[in-house]
């Protein structure tokens, strides 16, 4: 008896100490970390070839995206997160496509009238698109443009994404406040307790304000965290999960000089495999609350 005791104890103290157990030992992974996991493995090899930059998978069960949940992707542009989101999110949950708005696109200075008007149908055009990503058991569709949220929406969201959305939201703010729109609507959007996940290409602190204000897609850390705060959100935690220690730009340099866009490189085979031997660019990962 008093063997089987010290055994039973061990095993107590065992349990309690131990590291987490890995996801890929699946007899120990909760039932919506495996679903996320047959989902992520189901991507095509382009898209899995991304994992190692952008750790899907850790970045979601950070930000506690289980399924059944309404979540809200800023910026869903074709689709990476979204396309692994609806199956995860599944039959009961529903996933809102949120775009920047027209007025801002047209700030940006690039986007000709023919691209421009086409952006007037973005959220039918999306929802669209979406619904050719899904099946019977994925998460329904909606979209809506920032700064233009229907009002039926509020409170209905369990989660917020911004995914490398927030940089031309911070660039453009002075021409139409359209970062503190976007955030508004977040926090209109979210149920009390909801929580806003933000991945975000981040500069150094040593770098100027002016070049990480979002012109070269790079933001600080701490302006991310105090603009969250100043719409009213609160911060919960921070992951080093998506940084790349690799990534150091000067201030000659902009965040799209790197995989996937290489630009600047286009023609330079040389630039083009120092890019590629950098990865995708260091990257926060906060994660935020509304109030309850």
Request: charged letters at 25%; glycine letters at 8%; hydrophobic letters at 35%.
């Amino acid at each position: 008896m008093h063997r089987l005791f010290v055994f039973l104890a061990t095993l107590t103290l065992i349990a309690c100490n131990s590291e987490p157990v890995a996801t890929t030992q699946t007899e120990t992974v909760a039932p919506q970390e495996s679903q996320l996991a047959t989902v992520l493995d189901a991507q095509p090899e382009k898209v899995k070839a991304r994992y190692q930059y952008r750790h899907p998978q850790e970045t979601l069960e950070f930000f506690g995206i289980e399924p059944g949940m309404t979540v809200m992707e800023a910026l869903p542009g074709g689709g990476w997160y979204s396309k692994i989101l609806l199956p995860y999110l599944g039959k009961d949950g529903h996933l809102i496509g949120a775009d920047y708005d027209l007025d801002m696109y047209a700030a940006f200075g690039f986007y000709d009238d023919e691209r421009l008007e086409k952006l007037k149908t973005w959220v039918t055009d999306w929802t669209a698109d979406a619904e050719s990503w899904r099946d019977d058991d994925s998460a329904s569709v909606s979209a809506f443009v920032l700064g233009s949220m229907p009002g039926d929406l509020a409170g209905s969201a369990d989660a917020v994404l911004f995914i490398r959305a927030l940089h031309n939201l911070n660039n453009y703010e002075s021409d139409g406040g359209y970062l503190t729109a976007a955030l508004a609507d977040a926090y209109t959007l979210l149920k009390p307790g909801g929580i806003v996940g933000v991945v975000q290409h981040q500069s150094s602190d040593e770098m100027s304000d002016e070049w990480a204000d979002g012109s070269n897609g790079y933001l600080k850390k701490s302006l991310v965290v105090e603009s969250m705060e100043s719409a009213g959100f609160e911060f919960v935690s921070a992951s080093s999960m998506n940084e790349n220690s690799n990534d150091r730009p000067g201030e000659e340099d902009f965040v799209w000089r790197l995989p996937p866009s290489f630009d600047g490189s286009e023609d330079d085979s040389g630039k083009r495999d120092a890019m590629q031997a950098i990865g995708e660019s260091n990257r926060m990962t906060l994660k935020f609350r509304k109030p309850e």
